[in-house]
């Protein structure tokens, strides 16, 4: 298995433009994760999804950013306009969750740069 | 102007040594606990992990210890090496929560 898988690994982009960041998930794999990571901040949970369904988006900072899961298998974390605070890393995270919380898989990120 | 960012605690050790590194979680009803290791440009990735019926773990060169009177979860690593260097993050949780600590950086001195 490829893993968890990030796409684009590097984005730069302009203040205001909307940015989609893709993730794949693990084959098998029934939960999903979104996070942000920045030297201010740390590593933020953004949102989660299980069985394709939103559980926690306490974490999503404003209406600019919107989740989705097309299907099982695929995510997009949108973010429009984007903003220079958006900066950061962000990670995706999936796991076979079958009655609680289990291991989390990461991708390897993709770094979002807004100038 | 001057950027301020977020503190991490910083452990150095010198190689060969055993490294230990602390977390205190704040969910009394959390009851799976995870280590994740969190190398320069990379994702965290899973190092071990312990459910709250267990007061220790071993795997290989590591072990976690899990006291739930305090909320408190170490990370014990042996005889550490240079690879070892990077941000150890704990994460605890129970159904679908999940939390993660702001983590450690484990620097070793060759």
């Known amino acids: 298995d490829a893993g968890v898988i990030q796409s684009p690994r590097h984005e730069v982009t302009e203040m205001g433009q909307e940015v989609t960041l893709r993730c794949k998930l693990i084959?098998?794999?029934?939960?999903l994760f979104w996070y942000r990571q920045t030297m201010m901040r740390g590593l933020e949970l953004l949102i989660y999804?299980?069985?394709?369904?939103?559980?926690?988006d306490s974490g999503m900072p404003e209406d600019r950013f919107s989740a989705k899961m097309p299907n099982a298998s695929f995510s997009t974390l949108k973010i429009q306009p984007s903003e220079p605070r958006d900066s950061a890393v962000y990670f995706c995270?999936?796991?076979?969750?079958?009655?609680?919380?289990?291991?989390?898989?990461f991708g390897p990120g993709t770094r979002l740069t807004v100038l | 102007g001057e950027s301020v960012g977020l503190h991490l605690p910083t452990l150095s050790v010198q190689e060969g040594d055993n490294s230990i590194i602390n977390c205190a979680y704040s969910?009394?009803?959390?009851?799976?606990f995870i280590w994740y290791k969190q190398e320069s440009g990379k994702g965290p990735q899973f190092i071990i992990d312990?459910?709250?019926?267990?007061d220790k773990r071993q795997g290989q060169r590591v072990t976690v210890l899990l006291n739930k009177t305090v909320k408190h979860l170490s990370l014990q690593i042996a005889a550490t090496q240079p690879g070892d260097s990077a941000v150890y993050f704990c994460?605890?949780?129970?159904?679908?929560?999940?939390?993660f600590g702001t983590g450690t950086k484990l620097q070793v001195i060759p």
């Open positions: 084959s098998g794999h029934n939960s």
């Open positions: 312990i459910r709250s019926n267990m």
């Open positions: 994460s605890s949780g129970g159904y679908q929560k999940v939390t």
């Open positions: 969910n009394s009803a959390s009851d799976y």
């Open positions: 999804f299980n069985n394709n369904v939103p559980i926690d």
């Open positions: 995270a999936s796991s076979r969750d079958r009655s609680g919380v289990a291991e989390q898989f």
